[in-house]
C-alpha cells in the first residue's frame, strides 16, 4: 500500500542545527574559543523533525545527504561547477550530527549525487502516494512534487509544468553559488519574458542571440537539471543526462 513520506534535505539540516548551537565561550580577556554541546544539537535535530511530522501529518522519513568530497557528476559536464565556493569550516559537531542522523532514521547518500537529486529522485520514483521535500534551495521548484520550505513553514505543490518551466529559466538566469553562468545578458525579468511560451527553441534562441551555440545551451540545462526517477540508475550508477523533447 502505497504511503506518504518526508524527503529530508539532510545537509541543510545538518548545518543549520549545528550553527544553531554553537555557542562562544570566553576563558580570559583574549581567549574565546567555541563550543557545543552534542547533546542539545542531537535533541534540536530530533525535535525539528518531530515538528515537520506533526506540521505535514507523515511519519515515514528519508533524509538524503551528499556524499563526502565535494565530488558531483556534474563537475564531468562543466570542469568549474560550484568552483567559486570556497572551502569553508563546517560548524561544530556537524559529523558528530550526521552520523546520529543515519543511526537513527532512514537515510541515503549516493556517490556522485547531491542531496538535491537524491531528493528529486525520490521524489518521481512513484514508491509513495504522496513525497514531500522539506528544504530551502530554490532548485526544489524544478522538481514535480510537493515542496515544503523550512523557512517560510508553507508547502507548496510543484505540477510537472511549472517545474519544467523551472528547469528552462534557471538555464538561462544560471546561478553564482554554484557557478554555472546562464545565457549572457539575462536577467530574471527578460528571462520571463522568454519563456512566455516555454520552449526548448526559445532558450536556444536566447543563447545563438549571445553569440553562443545549442551545444553551451545544453551544457547549461544539464548542469540546471535535478535529477528525477528516469535519469538515474541505482543499479549501475549511470546518470541520464538531460535531452530537450523532440516535440
Known sequence: MKTSRLLIDGDILTYRTCWACQTQVQWEDDIVTTATNLKEVKAQADATIARWQEQLGVKQIIICFSPKGGKYFRHNILESYKGTRKASQKPMGYHSLVEYLKNKYSYLQVPMLEADDTLGILATNGECSRNIIVSVDKDMLTVP???????????????????????????????????????????????????????????????????????????????????????????????????????
Open 145 to 247: 512534487c510537493e515542496y515544503y520550505n523550512m523557512d517560510k513553514e508553507i508547502t507548496e505543490t510543484v505540477s510537472l509544468e511549472l517545474a519544467d518551466y523551472m528547469h528552462l529559466y534557471q538555464t538561462l538566469v544560471g546561478d553564482s553559488t554554484d557557478n554555472y553562468k546562464g545565457c549572457p545578458g539575462v536577467g530574471p525579468k527578460k528571462a520571463a519574458e522568454i519563456l512566455k511560451v516555454p520552449a526548448w527553441s526559445r532558450v536556444v534562441t536566447a543563447f545563438q542571440q549571445a553569440g553562443l551555440t545549442e551545444e553551451d545551451a545544453l551544457v547549461q540545462a544539464r548542469v540546471a537539471r535535478i535529477l528525477r526517477a528516469n535519469e538515474y540508475d541505482f543499479g549501475t550508477g549511470e546518470v541520464k543526462l538531460w535531452e530537450p523533447s523532440k516535440a
